[in-house]
């Protein structure tokens, strides 16, 4: 089973930069002075600034991220808390095989400590999808490109030009959910024998062609989901949510809470199984006469029911609409036995 933010300090953002969900957040983080914390998707640095407010003055976070150029402005908008904050490139998948840097300017590798709090935000940021050269949204024209670690070379536009057609429409139905996915992929192939597919713009137009008219006229661009799956497959951002859920709950110390924001179903289902095993005493087939897995529940879950925001900030910040926050608490070694 194991394997994108503010109220508080509402500062100017960078770019069109809102964190989700900060005060629910905050309330079920509970971030505390000498606190140890991590933002698995630091991003920019919204949600890590204020948990950094609230664990001061000797809270401590470590901050990570695929994406080179978020770090970069992460290390600058945190800059106030240096000596609290180090901030590493890598996967919060592998959250129990990264290093560990020490507070301050002596910096040597160690086993990461048991950790009171970690918040995962999924998914594009704000600074990917405004930034036309990423390639992640079609509202810009770009290149196809996608991928959040850009040492990777995997792409988007490898994907759509060099993949079988079949493999396409997998794609755009496993990771998309897209009703259209055969059409839209014979689509491609037939239109990529004539001219390699490059951007962003050319991509939008051939879903667009596929789809029946009919069906293009719904609240959302009908090249979304298409856009969206490829942006998954590319990044394996599914398989990597399953580890990181494991590897986060592993990492906790008791009572350490685990903070999840999705934004969209095929994430939160996974959030939702994940949590569920986690936190059963038995994961036997439903029709087993006597238990035999000898599983341990390792999480209690917070949230019965996802949290969404209020309507209050989908006004303030569209983006936050489809956002769902689950939460989960490490349970204590002796409840595990009762």
Known sequence: MCGMKTRG??????????????????????????????????????????????????????????????????????????EQVTLVGGNFAHLDRLPQLHRGSEQRE???PQIDGILLDLGVSSLQLDTPTRGFSFTHAGPLDMRMDTTQSLSAAHVVNHHPEAALAT????FGQERWAKRIARQIVRDRKHKFI?????????????????????????????????????NDELKNLHSGICSAAS??????RLCIISFHSLEDRIIKEQ??????????????PICVCQHTPTLQILTKRPIAPTPDEIRRNPRARSAKLRVAMKIHESKTKD
Do not use: W
């Open 275 to 288: 949590f569920r095993t986690l936190s059963r005493a038995c994961i036997c087939p439903p029709k087993t």
């Open 251 to 256: 990492a906790l110390k008791p009572g350490g």
């Open 110 to 112: 160690t086993t990461i």
């Open 171 to 174: 794609v755009f139905t496993q």
């Open 198 to 234: 490059s951007t962003t713009h050319q991509l939008a137009e051939i879903v667009l062609d596929a789809i029946p008219s009919k069906s293009t006229g719904g609240r959302i661009h009908p090249a979304t989901r298409v856009f969206q799956a490829l942006r998954i497959y590319i």
């Open 9 to 82: 300090p509402q500062t100017e953002m960078s770019g069109n930069h809102i964190p989700v969900l900060v005060d629910e957040v905050v309330q079920f983080l509970q971030p505390k002075n000498h606190g140890f914390y991590v933002d698995g998707t630091v991003g920019l640095g919204g949600h890590a600034a204020v948990i950094l407010q609230k664990a001061a003055p000797n809270g401590f976070l470590l901050g990570i991220d695929l994406d080179a150029e978020a770090l970069a402005i992460a290390k600058e908008r945190l800059r106030e808390y240096k």
